[in-house]
């Protein structure tokens, strides 16, 4: 990891000493605070301890571009943050439910990531990219989550970001994207003798219709393929690479004040069948988005496990910089209630 984030760095240098460019420099802090009746305690984490998402953390976003006489033809983009772990019980049940549960001393680690991390670059037939980006597929692909509390299934099965190449072309009535990554999410393996780089990857690609901000509307058609590592966040759960053939159809509606975001994958996830279906409805309370309230019901079967959450999600942007976010969640697995709380600040430099 130590390596590509230098490489980034360099990237990073190299934008801020051209001449023919713009920036965008931006300070990220969140906070973390909830309960869980499962584990009869506070939690200070979104969903699973190990898990990239959400954490208390602090960190910067940077964007910059490159622009000639014909326009922007380059983008960077780098975003680091970190991540306070607070070391308690942690449950694997959601990945493998036969490992047994592990616990941990109390405690903190800073844990450094790099979420986005990419070069993006415009060519005379589409915009070609490289490094750590979202994989085409699902409505992950259109929906940056990396901020929220509510989820989408790419981030249960599957990654909502991975180290790779990617290509999108914009066309008057949708898009077209394709993607070939490393099949590890947020780390990236350098190769080993047990683990070679050439054993594990994702092939992904997603065709939609309707452009969302001209139409208000978009409906996605994904597959994906290939042999992909089981990790938790930076955590290595097997050194094994599993097959995986998933196809998905996600479809959003924007209308007035409500929002309509419908997701559906089927296939194999780490060698086991899978299905998952997600609904997020949102109401905009006021006519500038400053108060929200979603639900959004999840049902999963993952190989003989079979689940289902409901969440309800009220945010409030508090100011131009600071946005306040309640959820409840129900875990029909674990029968657990969980009460989370977010403030989530975002600040340009």
């Not at 592990?102 to 844990?111: C, L, N, R, V």
């Not at 990617?166 to 993607?179: E, H, I, L, M, R």
């Not at 006519?287 to 969440?311: C, D, H, L, S």
Request: glycine share 8%; proline share 4%; aromatic share 16%.
């Amino acid at each position: 990891m130590s390596r590509t984030f230098f490489f980034y760095l360099c990237l990073v240098f190299f934008a801020t000493t051209a001449q023919a460019a713009n920036d965008l420099l931006y300070f990220e802090g969140q906070e973390i605070f909830g309960y869980s009746s499962e584990l009869g305690r506070t939690v200070s984490y979104s969903r699973h301890p190990d898990a990239e998402m959400q954490k208390p953390s602090l960190g910067i976003d940077y964007l910059q571009r490159f622009s000639g006489e014909s326009g922007d033809f380059a983008t960077v983009a780098l975003q680091f943050r970190l991540a306070a772990t607070r070391l308690i019980e942690q449950s694997t049940y959601q990945y493998d439910p036969a490992m047994p549960r592990i616990f941990q001393q109390d405690g903190f680690k800073a844990e450094p990531q790099i979420y986005n991390a990419y070069l993006k670059l415009k060519t005379p037939w589409t915009y070609v990219w490289l490094g750590h980006n979202r994989p085409a597929f699902g409505i992950a692909t259109s929906l940056d989550s990396h901020g929220l509390l509510l989820l989408t299934n790419e981030m249960r099965f599957g990654y909502d970001r991975d180290w790779g190449v990617g290509a999108n072309k914009d066309f008057s009535w949708g898009d077209v994207s394709y993607s070939w990554t490393s099949g590890t999410g947020m780390p990236l393996y350098q190769g080993s003798q047990e683990l070679p780089f050439t054993s594990h990857y994702m092939n992904a690609a997603r065709i939609s219709y309707g452009v969302l901000s001209r139409d208000n509307f978009n409906v996605g058609f994904s597959a994906g393929s290939g042999m992909t590592l089981n990790t938790i966040g930076y955590q290595l759960m097997s050194v094994k690479p599993l097959p995986m053939r998933l196809a998905g159809t996600d479809l959003t509606i924007l209308r007035d004040n409500f929002e309509h975001r419908f997701d559906l994958l089927y296939g194999q996830w780490l060698d086991k069948d899978t299905s998952a279906v997600s609904y997020r409805f949102g109401i905009n309370l006021d006519q500038e988005g400053r108060f929200k309230i979603e639900t959004q019901p999840m049902y999963w079967k993952f190989g003989q496990e079979e689940n289902y959450q409901v969440a309800l999600c009220f945010s409030i942007l508090a100011t131009s910089t600071l946005t306040i976010r309640t959820e409840y969640l129900y875990d029909h697995l674990l029968a657990d209630n969980r009460f989370l709380l977010q403030l989530y600040y975002y600040s340009p430099i």
